[in-house]
């Protein structure tokens, strides 16, 4: 499970609203208590993918994913996953999300159909068959 405050739900399909449509993209800060993941903050990034393919893509540096990851340790917390918005599609993995994924992290997908966010789902990749399998988010 993966618990997201709304005022940092909303963030995210405000993200995914500005970015339309292209993808926007960030990283997830919190803790792991007892396997119930708790998102405190959101890291927004720009994304990094090539121009002309960000309506469908996004790509979040080693640079950006090592500065969060070392502000969050610094602050006694995880990088718990990344966060992306899907523009006119439903929120559910590509095969591109699946291949690029790493088991541990949490997949927070937010559809955005003509500019609104219109669901959000969370995913990690099962290390054993590699594929994805969904992540209840709940409300704190």
Known sequence: MIVIADELRKQIEREGAEA???ECCGIMIGVDVGGKRIVQRLEKVENQFEAGERYHRFSITPRDLLKADKRAGEEGKLVLGFY?????HPARPSEYDRSHAWPFYSYVIVSIMERKAADMMSWMLDDATEQFVEQEIAPN
């Open 20 to 22: 339309y449509p292209n």
């Open 84 to 88: 992306h918005s899907h523009p006119d």
